[in-house]
């Protein structure tokens, strides 16, 4: 008996979705215990090589707190609430559910 193949169906693509995509992101998993003076100073970092190559749309991925003190998260809101404070930053918010979702915040830059 000869075996059939089984068509694959194509993924219908989104011919935007590359726009939207984040042109470069941070992880802030794997880096140890963090004060808030660290987390702050590798979001600067992260934003002043963001401003050098000129990036409109990044990614930080802040994960969603599960193993913080407590179970609530710690990065995440403190990553949103200092980068509202720049004035480069136009705008932040929760990132696509296939990009991390509530584990990640999306930011859009102007300069």
């Known amino acids: 008996m000869a075996k059939r ?16 995509k984040p042109q470069a992101e941070f ?17 600067d970092e992260f934003l002043t090589e963001c401003r050098e190559r000129q990036l409109t749309k990044i990614l930080f991925i802040t994960g969603k707190g599960l193993h913080s003190r407590h179970g609530m998260p710690v ?17 932040v918010y929760e990132g696509r559910f296939d990009r991390g979702g509530s584990g990640t915040l999306e930011v859009i830059l102007e300069y």
């Open 27 to 43: 992880d802030f998993h794997d880096r140890g215990i963090l004060t808030p003076e660290d987390i702050r100073s590798l979001v």
């Open 75 to 91: 990065i995440k809101p403190l990553v949103k609430k200092y980068l509202q404070t720049k004035l480069m930053v136009k705008r």
């Open 5 to 20: 193949k089984k068509k694959q169906r194509k993924q219908k693509k989104n011919k935007f979705d590359n726009l939207s």
